[in-house]
């Protein structure tokens, strides 16, 4: 069962407040994928505490680099679990993980940190990860 929504509101808008767009259906990430952006950032949400206190707050920090990319989209797991589906079909071979960070370039995954690149890291060590792949992929 999902969480109510109420609940994982404020966990969307820590993205959505920062310019990511919200995938919630297949054809969502169908069109996103397709788009094939130069460079794009893709957070898989979660309503975990790695999420919380890791995640997002190095996904914050991280966009305040001057390389990070422009297009940002995100999927909530456990929420929009049809979205989330078909976004990690584009994760493969890794297997499911949330959350985690994935950086795209013309509509390919070129790098993914998983879950286990999220636990246990700050968000300045994920701040600071993110900006040297936005420097050596741009």
């Known amino acids: 069962m999902p969480y109510p929504e109420f ?3 404020p966990m969307r808008r820590e993205l959505t407040d920062l310019g990511f767009e919200e995938l919630k259906t297949p054809e969502d990430v169908q069109s996103f994928v ?6 794009a950032l893709v957070v898989v949400n ?3 505490g790695c999420a919380a206190s890791n995640a997002r707050p190095g996904v914050r920090k991280a966009l305040e680099h001057p390389q990070a990319p422009a297009a940002k989209v995100t999927v909530f797991a456990g929420m929009d679990t049809d979205a989330v589906d078909e976004m990690r079909t584009h994760f493969l071979p890794y297997p499911p993980s949330s959350p985690c960070i ?15 690149g999220i636990e246990g890291q700050s968000a300045d060590q994920i701040a600071a ?5 936005f420097e050596e992929v741009a």
């Open 7 to 9: 609940m994982v509101a």
């Open 34 to 39: 397709s788009r094939k952006d130069e460079l």
């Open 102 to 116: 994935a950086l795209f370039k013309g509509g390919q995954m070129v790098h993914l940190i998983e879950r286990n």
């Open 46 to 48: 979660s309503v975990c």
């Open 129 to 133: 990860h993110l900006s040297t792949l």
